[in-house]
């Protein structure tokens, strides 16, 4: 796939002036790992006649650098002709801080849940939202008791519909 036309925006993420980006074909931009992919995609869109589209490709800037990009597609009418328009950007800090942030996030759930002593974390409206092996066998309740609004007899009491903890199981 050739393409037609391209903003001073994407040159310079990309390195190229336009004319060295018009001269590309879309395969150009794609790290070689994803080629292979890019064509079964563009082959599974042409078969599905999929007028839109929004996934994350590895692409290659003219330093050979790589970077994760999310690309949105859809078919447009220009002089026309159709053709597809795609908005193209740089996700890699996003996808960077979704994995830190993922990594923290099993590092304290190994903490929390790896811990000899009791805890309970209630949230702002006083409802358990993580209770730990060590804080169920001191109550003596499954987990899903001290998170469920319902006591284990089903009844509810309705002036205090948060978990209870203690003897009112």
């Known amino acids: ?38 064509l079964t995609f563009l082959n599974d869109c042409c078969k599905s006649n999929a007028t839109s589209s929004t996934r994350v490709w590895l692409h290659r800037q003219r330093s050979g650098k ?3 990009v999310q690309i ?21 800090p996003r996808l960077r801080a979704e994995a830190a942030e993922s990594v923290k996030d099993r590092n304290l759930r190994t903490v929390l849940y790896g811990m000899d002593d009791p805890l309970v974390v209630l949230g702002p409206d006083s409802k358990a939202i993580f209770v730990n092996a060590a804080a169920c066998q001191v109550l003596g309740l499954p987990d899903q008791h001290l998170l469920d609004p319902q006591p284990p007899n089903g009844d509810t009491d309705p002036a205090h519909p948060e978990p209870l903890l203690g003897s009112e199981y």
């Open 72 to 92: 949105t597609s859809c078919d447009i009418q220009l002089d026309a002709i159709l053709v597809r328009m795609v908005l193209a950007q740089d996700v890699s």
């Open 66 to 68: 790589v970077f994760d």
């Open 1 to 38: 796939l050739k393409i037609i036309e391209v903003n001073a925006a994407a040159s310079k993420k990309y390195g190229y002036s336009r004319a060295e980006f018009l001269a590309q074909a879309l395969s150009d931009l794609h790290a070689e790992e994803d080629n292979a992919e890019l």
